[in-house]
Nanobody, 120 residues
């Protein structure tokens, strides 16, 4: 019954911004680490970012620090990914994934993904 539904993707120009949302249901959202993972054309899955619920600590792929910001609203059961200064190489399908616990990097549920295309 767990569902993760991403939204907010689309076409954006280089240097632009997008905010992705992941609406979660079917589990106790507030106690799990939530993550974003992406897959660019012709490439494998790439971990993007994760956020805990207790202290709100966050982590990012080194190449994305300073451009992407993850956040969550436990009352709304939603996790966000604010993406700024977007580059063509950010083009990918972005997935929301539920961690099995706290930053285990093992995911038991995934959303359907939302396409982000960065192009002029």
């Amino acid at each position: 019954q767990v569902q993760l539904v991403e939204s907010g993707g689309g076409l954006v120009q280089p240097g632009g911004s997008l905010r992705l949302s992941c609406q979660a249901s079917g589990f106790t959202f507030s106690i799990y680490t939530m993550t974003w993972v992406r897959q660019a054309p012709g490439k494998g899955l790439e971990w993007v970012s994760g956020i805990n619920t207790g202290d709100g600590s966050t982590s990012y792929a080194d190449s994305l620090k300073g451009r992407f910001t993850i956040s969550r609203d436990n009352a709304k059961h939603t996790v966000y990914l604010q993406m700024n200064s977007l580059k063509p190489e950010d083009t990918a399908v972005y997935y929301c994934a539920k961690d099995r616990a706290i930053m285990t990097y093992e995911y038991d549920y995934w959303g359907q993904g939302t396409q982000v295309t960065v192009s002029s």
